[in-house]
Protein backbone atom coordinates (compact mmCIF):
# COMPACT_ATOMS: atom_id res chain seq x y z
CA UNK A 1 0.00 0.00 0.00
CA UNK A 2 1.23 3.23 -0.66
CA UNK A 3 2.42 5.67 1.89
CA UNK A 4 1.68 9.52 1.62
CA UNK A 5 1.76 11.44 4.86
CA UNK A 6 0.53 15.01 5.28
CA UNK A 7 1.52 17.51 7.91
CA UNK A 8 0.04 19.50 9.88
CA UNK A 9 -3.19 16.99 10.38
CA UNK A 10 -4.56 20.24 12.07
CA UNK A 11 -3.87 24.00 11.62
CA UNK A 12 -4.98 26.89 12.84
CA UNK A 13 -3.95 30.27 11.37
CA UNK A 14 -4.70 34.23 11.41
CA UNK A 15 -5.68 36.09 8.41
CA UNK A 16 -2.20 37.52 6.76
CA UNK A 17 -0.30 34.51 7.79
CA UNK A 18 1.83 32.39 5.85
CA UNK A 19 1.06 28.81 5.71
CA UNK A 20 2.57 25.83 4.88
CA UNK A 21 1.39 22.21 4.43
CA UNK A 22 3.80 19.31 3.67
CA UNK A 23 3.23 16.05 2.27
CA UNK A 24 5.61 13.35 1.72
CA UNK A 25 5.23 9.70 -0.46
CA UNK A 26 7.60 6.90 -0.33
CA UNK A 27 6.86 5.32 -3.13
CA UNK A 28 8.60 7.09 -6.02
CA UNK A 29 5.72 8.30 -7.72
CA UNK A 30 5.81 10.72 -10.55
CA UNK A 31 2.82 12.24 -10.13
CA UNK A 32 1.43 14.58 -6.65
CA UNK A 33 -1.42 16.70 -6.44
CA UNK A 34 -3.17 19.31 -4.01
CA UNK A 35 -6.97 19.56 -3.52
CA UNK A 36 -9.31 21.44 -1.38
CA UNK A 37 -12.34 19.36 -0.06
CA UNK A 38 -15.38 21.76 0.86
CA UNK A 39 -19.49 20.85 1.15
CA UNK A 40 -20.95 21.47 -1.87
CA UNK A 41 -18.11 21.38 -4.14
CA UNK A 42 -15.93 18.04 -3.59
CA UNK A 43 -12.60 17.81 -4.77
CA UNK A 44 -11.11 20.69 -6.58
CA UNK A 45 -7.70 20.46 -7.57
CA UNK A 46 -5.15 23.40 -7.13
CA UNK A 47 -1.68 22.14 -8.17
CA UNK A 48 -0.30 19.35 -9.35
CA UNK A 49 3.20 18.17 -10.19
CA UNK A 50 4.28 15.42 -12.35
CA UNK A 51 8.34 15.18 -11.25
CA UNK A 52 10.66 16.63 -9.14
CA UNK A 53 10.98 20.77 -9.91
CA UNK A 54 7.56 20.96 -11.88
CA UNK A 55 4.54 22.34 -10.24
CA UNK A 56 1.44 22.74 -12.04
CA UNK A 57 -1.92 25.21 -11.95
CA UNK A 58 -4.85 23.28 -11.21
CA UNK A 59 -8.70 24.30 -11.38
CA UNK A 60 -8.69 26.76 -8.50
CA UNK A 61 -4.68 27.98 -7.75
CA UNK A 62 -5.41 31.07 -6.97
CA UNK A 63 -4.05 32.33 -3.23
CA UNK A 64 -1.61 28.94 -3.66
CA UNK A 65 1.86 28.14 -4.46
CA UNK A 66 3.38 24.86 -4.90
CA UNK A 67 6.68 23.70 -4.40
CA UNK A 68 8.42 20.05 -5.68
CA UNK A 69 12.01 19.87 -4.35
CA UNK A 70 11.99 16.15 -4.39
CA UNK A 71 10.35 13.25 -5.83
CA UNK A 72 8.99 12.87 -2.18
CA UNK A 73 8.08 15.99 -0.96
CA UNK A 74 5.13 18.29 -2.40
CA UNK A 75 4.44 21.38 -0.51
CA UNK A 76 1.22 23.79 -0.44
CA UNK A 77 2.20 27.29 0.50
CA UNK A 78 -0.29 30.20 1.43
CA UNK A 79 1.53 33.34 1.56
CA UNK A 80 -1.28 35.42 2.41
CA UNK A 81 -3.81 33.34 4.00
CA UNK A 82 -7.34 33.99 4.28
CA UNK A 83 -10.83 32.90 5.97
CA UNK A 84 -11.74 31.77 2.87
CA UNK A 85 -9.08 29.13 2.17
CA UNK A 86 -10.64 27.37 5.34
CA UNK A 87 -11.30 24.32 4.20
CA UNK A 88 -9.72 20.56 4.04
CA UNK A 89 -6.62 19.58 2.14
CA UNK A 90 -5.62 16.42 0.57
CA UNK A 91 -2.63 15.59 -0.64
CA UNK A 92 -2.05 12.63 -3.45
CA UNK A 93 0.16 11.01 -5.22
CA UNK A 94 0.14 8.35 -8.19
CA UNK A 95 2.63 7.15 -10.78
CA UNK A 96 2.99 7.85 -14.45
CA UNK A 97 1.02 5.70 -16.52
CA UNK A 98 -0.66 3.23 -13.04
CA UNK A 99 -3.78 5.15 -13.09
CA UNK A 100 -4.49 4.62 -9.38
CA UNK A 101 -4.43 7.57 -6.63
CA UNK A 102 -3.18 7.27 -2.97
CA UNK A 103 -4.39 10.04 -0.14
CA UNK A 104 -2.90 11.50 2.66
CA UNK A 105 -5.20 11.28 5.88
CA UNK A 106 -5.70 15.30 4.86
CA UNK A 107 -4.76 18.52 6.76
CA UNK A 108 -8.00 20.40 8.32
CA UNK A 109 -6.76 24.28 7.88
CA UNK A 110 -8.94 26.90 10.05
CA UNK A 111 -7.82 30.70 8.98
CA UNK A 112 -9.11 32.95 11.42
CA UNK B 1 -20.82 22.91 -17.18
CA UNK B 2 -19.17 20.46 -14.88
CA UNK B 3 -17.21 18.12 -16.56
CA UNK B 4 -18.02 15.45 -14.41
CA UNK B 5 -21.51 14.82 -12.86
CA UNK B 6 -22.55 12.41 -10.26
CA UNK B 7 -26.02 10.75 -9.68
CA UNK B 8 -27.73 11.09 -6.84
CA UNK B 9 -26.20 13.31 -4.24
CA UNK B 10 -27.55 10.89 -1.84
CA UNK B 11 -28.83 7.64 -0.93
CA UNK B 12 -30.07 5.84 1.37
CA UNK B 13 -30.36 2.20 1.55
CA UNK B 14 -31.51 -0.78 4.11
CA UNK B 15 -28.76 -3.22 4.86
CA UNK B 16 -28.91 -5.97 2.50
CA UNK B 17 -30.71 -3.61 -0.46
CA UNK B 18 -28.19 -2.79 -3.81
CA UNK B 19 -28.39 0.18 -6.02
CA UNK B 20 -26.13 1.94 -8.37
CA UNK B 21 -24.02 5.28 -8.52
CA UNK B 22 -23.81 7.30 -11.76
CA UNK B 23 -20.79 9.21 -13.09
CA UNK B 24 -21.16 11.36 -16.49
CA UNK B 25 -18.35 13.27 -18.20
CA UNK B 26 -19.16 16.27 -20.62
CA UNK B 27 -16.35 15.24 -22.62
CA UNK B 28 -13.88 12.14 -23.69
CA UNK B 29 -11.53 10.53 -20.13
CA UNK B 30 -9.04 8.66 -20.18
CA UNK B 31 -10.25 6.10 -17.66
CA UNK B 32 -11.86 6.49 -14.40
CA UNK B 33 -11.74 6.18 -10.43
CA UNK B 34 -13.84 5.05 -8.01
CA UNK B 35 -13.24 5.94 -4.04
CA UNK B 36 -14.71 5.65 -1.12
CA UNK B 37 -14.49 8.70 1.73
CA UNK B 38 -15.31 6.82 5.11
CA UNK B 39 -16.39 8.43 8.62
CA UNK B 40 -13.01 9.28 9.01
CA UNK B 41 -12.62 11.40 6.15
CA UNK B 42 -10.37 8.78 4.47
CA UNK B 43 -10.00 8.65 1.12
CA UNK B 44 -10.18 4.86 -0.07
CA UNK B 45 -9.61 3.65 -3.86
CA UNK B 46 -12.02 1.46 -5.10
CA UNK B 47 -11.60 0.77 -8.92
CA UNK B 48 -9.90 1.88 -11.76
CA UNK B 49 -11.06 1.12 -15.44
CA UNK B 50 -9.75 2.40 -18.67
CA UNK B 51 -12.67 0.62 -19.97
CA UNK B 52 -15.06 -2.19 -19.41
CA UNK B 53 -16.01 -3.22 -16.37
CA UNK B 54 -14.50 -5.17 -12.55
CA UNK B 55 -15.77 -6.64 -9.81
CA UNK B 56 -14.40 -6.73 -6.04
CA UNK B 57 -16.97 -8.49 -3.57
CA UNK B 58 -20.01 -6.56 -3.40
CA UNK B 59 -19.03 -3.62 -5.81
CA UNK B 60 -18.60 -3.84 -9.13
CA UNK B 61 -18.34 -0.87 -11.60
CA UNK B 62 -18.74 -0.37 -15.35
CA UNK B 63 -16.49 2.62 -17.75
CA UNK B 64 -18.23 3.27 -21.04
CA UNK B 65 -16.27 6.17 -22.63
CA UNK B 66 -18.18 5.82 -25.76
CA UNK B 67 -21.21 7.07 -24.03
CA UNK B 68 -19.29 9.04 -21.32
CA UNK B 69 -20.47 7.34 -18.21
CA UNK B 70 -19.08 4.99 -15.49
CA UNK B 71 -21.38 3.43 -12.68
CA UNK B 72 -20.64 1.93 -9.65
CA UNK B 73 -23.28 -0.79 -8.27
CA UNK B 74 -23.33 -1.72 -4.78
CA UNK B 75 -25.13 -4.90 -3.68
CA UNK B 76 -26.15 -6.46 -0.26
CA UNK B 77 -25.68 -3.07 1.37
CA UNK B 78 -23.50 -2.62 4.67
CA UNK B 79 -23.70 -0.39 7.24
CA UNK B 80 -19.46 0.38 6.61
CA UNK B 81 -20.35 1.34 3.26
CA UNK B 82 -21.80 4.49 4.17
CA UNK B 83 -19.45 7.31 3.26
CA UNK B 84 -19.41 9.13 -0.03
CA UNK B 85 -18.23 8.02 -3.33
CA UNK B 86 -16.35 10.19 -5.36
CA UNK B 87 -15.58 9.50 -9.20
CA UNK B 88 -12.84 10.82 -10.84
CA UNK B 89 -11.36 10.98 -14.00
CA UNK B 90 -8.11 12.11 -16.14
CA UNK B 91 -8.67 14.70 -18.50
CA UNK B 92 -7.97 13.18 -22.10
CA UNK B 93 -5.92 16.34 -23.07
CA UNK B 94 -3.98 16.36 -20.03
CA UNK B 95 -2.78 13.24 -18.70
CA UNK B 96 -1.47 14.01 -15.45
CA UNK B 97 -5.01 16.41 -14.27
CA UNK B 98 -6.95 14.42 -12.64
CA UNK B 99 -10.54 15.52 -11.66
CA UNK B 100 -13.60 14.75 -8.92
CA UNK B 101 -17.09 14.95 -9.22
CA UNK B 102 -19.46 16.21 -6.22
CA UNK B 103 -19.83 12.93 -4.88
CA UNK B 104 -22.83 10.86 -3.46
CA UNK B 105 -23.52 10.41 -0.06
CA UNK B 106 -24.86 6.97 0.76
CA UNK B 107 -26.24 6.02 3.99
CA UNK B 108 -26.90 2.77 5.02
CA UNK B 109 -30.04 2.32 7.22
CA UNK B 110 -30.17 -1.14 9.71
Known amino acids: EAAVTQSPRNKVAVTGGKVTLSCNQT?????MYWYRQDTGHGLRLIHYSYGAGSTEKGDIPDGYKASRPSQENFSLILELATPSQTSVYFCASGDRGKETLYFGSGTRLTVL | GMPVEQNPPALSLYEGAESGLRCNFS?????VQWFQQNHRGRLITLFY???GTKENGRLKSTFNSKERYSTLHIKDAQLEDSGTYFCAVKVDTNAYKVIFGKGTHLHVLP
Open chain 2, 27 to 31: TTMKG
Open chain 1, 27 to 31: NNHNN
Open chain 2, 49 to 51: LAQ
